[in-house]
């Protein structure tokens, strides 16, 4: 991508994303270190992901409602503070329960905002044309943050005293919050503007007060709910594909730890390959065959998995899961942040962000059971016939062959 502007926020999503990174495996460790008590620790890390199912509509409304890059600043200044609050907590010897859990909580509303008003401020910094690509670069990021991340949180917390690894994450927000404050601000969103491309779409203007109003959309229109039903299943496989993984490798294929570890770091490789190489010759094709193509791809690995017989099949299936998997998120992002209205767009995103915490949810609490019932290799089956029976009204359905890119733009 080219523009400087739009440099600095992939810049800033992904120095933050690598400080979350880092943060995320720290953190239970650390508590573990200190306190001995894995309930701490689940209790401490669980409090950080309750937000998102609290607090997703009214944060929508407000990224409707206020100027977005502002808001991200906010966002990456508060949790800054709190990060630095959070480090101090864990210098004492036996740190309070209620106070980590409070502050876990409170950042959990920092990433709430930043996530909900990023997604909505990415089409006025770049036009239709460029969206998908924007939407690439932030995957790859990810994906180099999630490789990455974990590492350096085990040397940070094995060669320094334990709240350093909390206070790197705490001054990747400040990072963040600098390179944000040198982007152009957006504005007020208002119910009549059309999005970044220029175009018009046919829904009606909302009512900025609407709370629900993304809920609305994700119901009355028909584009919406093709995209939400490809969000589910994406959703529902990323809360369980390790789970599976793991059990299908350590129970019936026996690799054994490390080779286990191999086998889900392949992950990371699949989604970098397709940020790197994929999605750059796609990005003028129609949107719904892509994206169904992806979720065909991605139940076929799951039916591969289940048919893995050792270390190499296991590897490459997952390799190729992932792929799919990130291409998946890439279109349906990037589909749903070109046509849909620019004052309504902060509260759908909510509203989505609501209904797939709450699947993922419902997928890790109940994922252990369903494993026990029915073992990894039918589980794996299961998922991936439910990928190609989602996959079928998006590779079929006429509303769904609009482009996601306008005019094809030279490859930089």
């Known amino acids: 991508m080219r523009t400087a502007g739009l440099r600095r926020f992939i810049a800033a999503r992904t120095i933050s994303m690598l400080g979350d990174r880092a943060a995320e495996t720290a953190l239970p460790m650390i508590l573990l270190l200190v306190t001995d008590s894995p309930l701490v620790a689940g209790m401490v890390t669980a409090s950080n992901t309750l937000p998102a199912l609290l607090f997703s509509l009214p944060v929508g409304h407000l990224v409707d409602t206020r100027e977005r890059r502002r808001l991200m600043i906010t966002a990456d200044v508060w949790r800054a503070i709190l990060g630095g609050g959070l480090a101090f907590a864990l210098l004492t010897p036996e740190p309070s329960v209620t106070l980590l859990v409070g502050i876990t909580f409170l950042m959990g509303c920092g990433d709430v905002l930043f996530s909900v008003s990023s997604h909505a401020y990415l089409p006025a910094l770049v036009p239709s044309t460029r969206i ?179 270390f190499v099949s296991a590897f490459l299936a997952v390799l190729c899961m992932d792929a799919c998997s990130a291409f998946a998120f890439i279109t349906a992002g990037s589909v749903r942040q070109v046509f849909t209205p620019t004052a309504l767009l902060g509260r759908l995103t909510a509203a989505t962000g609501l209904v797939n915490a709450a699947v993922r949810a419902v997928a890790v609490l109940s994922g252990g059971a369903v494993l026990v019932w029915l073992g990894a290799r039918t589980t794996a089956v299961v998922l991936g016939i439910m990928g190609l029976a989602c996959a079928v009204p998006l590779l079929v359905a006429r509303s769904a062959r609009e482009k996601i890119a306008g005019e094809p733009s030279p490859v930089p």
């Not at 939400?228 to 369980?240: D, I, S, V």
């Open 132 to 310: 998908m690509r924007a939407n690439t670069a932030l995957e790859a990021g990810d994906a180099a943050a999630t490789l990455t991340g974990p590492a350096l949180a085990g040397l940070l917390v094995a060669r320094f005293p334990h709240p350093v690894a909390i206070a790197v994450n705490a001054g990747s927000f400040g990072v963040s919050a600098a390179l944000l404050a040198r982007l152009p601000a957006t504005g007020v969103p208002r119910g009549d503007e059309a999005n970044t491309d220029g175009e018009e779409r046919t829904v009606a203007a909302p009512n900025r007060f609407d709370v629900l109003a993304g809920f609305r959309l994700l119901i009355s229109e028909r584009l919406q709910r093709l995209l939400q039903l490809a969000c589910l299943y994406t959703h529902l496989t990323a809360a369980t594909a390790a789970l599976v993984v793991v059990t299908l490798c350590v129970q019936m294929l026996q690799l054994g730890s490390f080779r286990t570890g191999l086998v889900l770091s392949a992950a990371g490789v699949g989604g970098l390959l397709v940020t790197l190489v994929v999605t750059r010759f796609v990005e003028h094709l129609p949107w719904g065959p892509l994206l169904g193509g992806s979720l065909f791809g991605l139940g076929a690995t799951f039916l591969w998995l289940a048919t893995a017989d050792g």
